[in-house]
């Protein structure tokens, strides 16, 4: 996983690679994902890791953007979809469904501004911080020392107290994306969703 040898940034993803790329390099290295993600059904498998598909963590391949449910259940974006395509609730949802379609919606466009807020600076630069994130870890998983680690990710740092301090931090940073953030990642490389106004607004120009 993420490549042959840790200390080589070339086995990991392109830092030009978009945020999804990274969210799946993140969540692969989750043990308890590992452990449950082929027997857990749909909707658990949404709710609980963000995916509406089964997806090995032995592939090197990402899963697509629209295998992303943003931690959400099987039903909330099936409603999403609807309002994102544009495709018709049907008339037996009556106004209840539409309305939860709605505050769907809402929700994850909340969660989508408030990811855009603390990491949408990554989208340009953040490419560098998750590869050495992503070999710190696979450095650790390997046994490498925090020396070892800080020697690999900070050749130019001269003062190696200074540079473990760093490789710790980055350590940690990994260990938050693995655990949760990486959803966040996944979410900023959504579109936008559109509400059941929008939709119904769009659909009576059409007709008009």
């Known amino acids: 996983m993420g490549g042959s040898d840790w200390r080589n940034p070339a086995c990991y993803p392109h830092v030009d690679m978009p945020l999804c790329v990274f969210a799946w390099a993140f969540l692969r290295r989750n043990p308890t994902y590992s452990a449950t993600w082929s027997t857990l059904t749909a909707t658990a498998l949404a709710e609980h890791w963000g995916l509406r598909t089964q997806w090995s963590p032995s592939r090197d391949d990402a899963p697509p953007r629209s295998a992303w449910c943003v931690g959400r259940s099987a039903e909330h974006c099936a409603l999403v979809d609807a309002l994102r395509n544009l495709l018709p609730l049907g008339a037996e949802t009556g106004a209840r469904n539409r309305a939860l379609a709605e505050q769907s919606a ?76 990486y959803l966040q990642l996944a979410l900023l490389d959504s579109g936008k969703v559109k509400t059941a106004q929008g939709m119904h607004d769009q659909r009576h120009d059409r007709i008009d």
């Open 106 to 181: 809402q929700i994850v466009e909340g969660e989508r501004r408030e990811a855009e807020r603390r990491f949408g600076r990554f989208r340009n630069r953040g490419g560098t911080r998750f590869v050495r994130a992503l070999q710190a870890w696979d450095g650790r998983v390997a046994g490498a020392s925090d020396s070892a680690i800080a020697r690999v990710l900070f050749p130019d740092d001269a003062e190696l107290r200074s540079a473990r301090a760093r490789a710790r931090h980055v350590l940690g940073e990994a260990q938050r994306f693995i655990d949760a953030r």
